[in-house]
Structure formats: C-alpha cells, structure tokens
C-alpha cells in the first residue's frame, strides 16, 4: 500500500504544523473580501488556525491572522470560526 504525503500547513497562532484538512482555513479573495474556508478550495491569500478556542483568543489580541491576511478581520468572521470550532469540537472545546 503506497503512503501519501498531506499537505502540511501551520497554524498562525501557536505554529503547530497538522494536516493541512486539521486546521480551519481564514482566506482574503482578490476583492479584499475576507471568507472563513472550511473546505480550504477558495482562491486567495490564506491562514490556518487550529481548531481550539485558545489560538482564536491568542489571534484576536495579537491581531496575527490580520497581519498575514493583510486587512482588518470583522467581529463577524472571529465569530463564525468560534462557532466553526465549538461545531467541529462537538461540544468539548478546548481552550
């Protein structure tokens, strides 16, 4: 049986690298339009994030995933990958 190699990625926050399909993807599309991206398919400049409540916290007050996305983050888009995260975690969440 042949191994396959997943794509790795990092997680902005805390630099953990999984699974590029372990961790939620933030993306900025060419509109300047900034999109949560739980299938990772989008087009446009991205950033992962682990999918625990401590690396969202850490990423509000640091403003990192701002920075690699290079525009500001609404309120809106921090909580819809609150709820992605407390969804994927099936009510254990982590953080």
């Known amino acids: 049986m042949k191994l396959t190699n997943l794509p790795q990625r990092s997680c902005v926050i805390c630099r953990a690298q999984k699974n590029k399909n372990e961790l939620l993807r933030i993306v900025k599309n060419k509109d ?11 087009s446009g400049r991205g950033a992962y994030i682990c999918y625990n409540l401590e690396c969202l916290e850490k990423a509000k007050k640091s403003k990192r995933i701002e920075k690699s996305l290079e525009t500001p983050i609404s309120e809106e888009i921090y909580s819809q990958i609150e709820n992605i995260i407390k969804k994927q975690s099936g009510g254990d969440v982590i953080g």
């Open 32 to 42: 300047n339009i900034v999109k949560v991206d739980e299938r990772g398919k989008e």
